[in-house]
């Protein structure tokens, strides 16, 4: 169960899409559960069993969350029982919690991904952070998988009894074509737009580094929240013929080729859960830029990236000069990066460390 699935840009949504191939392929049958929100193809067949059913409004992409957990435990109390399936999955606690609760009731094993948790940002005490471990605490999960080491100490330091450290993966054969840089050099960002992402301080790194006479580009892959606000920062910075706003691409392998095509992958995050845009940065064989900000320090080091402090966009544009001007760090950082992903961040990998952790799962509520 996840809010959104591509060709919607996303951490989770490109992780779910890709963990469920990953099972797939490993002779799983898997139900995916997601929004129908606009752009979401209804007849994607992810997986065999069949494709997102119609008529239940999963409305994931806006804020009116009560009404979209309603619908999640309507969607819960008719369909759960009729797929009996061996585990309930779901990748965000107010999408888990309902589902859980019915899943408890036929002693389905639930389990729940945390890709990105607010309450070790906003304070345990603050509204969302409140919410957010009641709705934990409401699933009663067999395991709560977290994707980087900050949410599992946090969850941990929480209480939460079963709480194991599941990292995201990349599919590294995705992203093998050839590299097709283009001169200028051109810096990258793909995700949301969203505040938590930073990218006022990208832009305002870049404008630094425009000031100082480089010759690059960047494209801002992706929508959201902040895009308007953004174009206007852009603008009034000057930054028109050097910032493109590529918004949402249509199709996955104009993703992919917006990944070969650039020179350096950037992630200004003030905070972040485990990052598959650096994973897939990493796969294209790029050097990465990125704020030394919760999962992003799980995957990043000084041999394969560049790492700054959050909010700093003079370190953002010194490290960002320094990129643009040694080709061969480039090369050394892309590299290394490159290799990580084929050692380490497989989704094969990740979806075989599920499988035991669904069949504990299992085995501790008695199925």
């Known amino acids: ?131 957010e471990i009641a709705l934990l605490r409401r699933g009663r999960y067999g395991a709560i998988a977290a994707v980087d080491r900050a949410a599992e100490a946090a969850l941990r330091a929480r209480g939460f009894p079963r709480v194991v450290l599941v990292h995201n993966g990349v599919d590294a054969d995705e992203f093998a074509g050839p590299r097709t840089e283009t001169e200028p050099p051109r810096f990258l960002f793909a995700g949301r737009h969203e505040p938590q992402k930073g990218l006022d301080v990208l832009l305002l790194a870049a404008a630094r580094l425009r000031d100082e006479g480089a010759s690059f580009s960047l494209v801002l892959l992706g929508e959201g ?20 706003f590529a918004g949402r691409l249509p199709d996955r392998a104009d993703v992919v080729r917006a990944y070969l095509s650039a020179s350096a992958f950037v992630l200004p995050s003030l905070f972040e859960g485990f990052p598959v845009a650096v994973l897939e940065a990493f796969a294209a064989g790029l050097p990465v830029i990125a704020s030394a900000v919760g999962g992003v320090v799980d995957v990043c080091t000084e041999e394969n990236a560049v790492l700054v402090p959050p909010r700093r966009p003079q370190d ?31 989704w094969d990998a990740v979806a075989a460390r599920y499988s035991r952790l669904y069949e504990e799962s299992r085995v501790a509520t008695g199925r």
């Open 1 to 131: 169960m996840v809010k959104k699935f591509p060709p919607l840009i996303g951490g989770d949504a490109t992780a779910v899409a890709s963990l469920a191939r990953a099972q797939e392929r490993a002779g799983h049958e898997v139900f995916v559960v997601t929004s129908n929100a606009p752009g979401v193809p209804s007849t994607d067949r992810v997986v065999p069993v069949g494709p997102p059913q119609a008529g239940t409004d999963l409305d994931r992409i806006t804020v009116r969350r009560l009404r979209a957990m309603a619908a999640v435990r309507r969607w819960s109390r008719s369909e759960i029982p009729r797929i009996r399936p061996d585990v309930v999955h779901a990748h965000a606690p107010d999408l888990g919690a309902p589902a859980a609760v019915v899943a408890h009731r036929l002693r389905i094993p639930a389990v729940d991904t945390c890709h990105g948790l607010w309450f070790p940002v906003w304070g345990p005490w603050s509204l969302r952070g409140r919410a």
């Open 225 to 244: 929240s902040r895009t308007s606000d953004l174009k206007r920062q852009s603008h009034n910075l000057g930054l028109d013929r050097v910032v493109t």
């Open 316 to 346: 953002l544009a010194r490290a960002m000069a320094a990129v643009l001007g040694d080709p061969g760090l480039r090369h050394r950082l892309g590299d290394a990066g490159r290799s990580l992903v084929r050692e380490r961040f497989t």
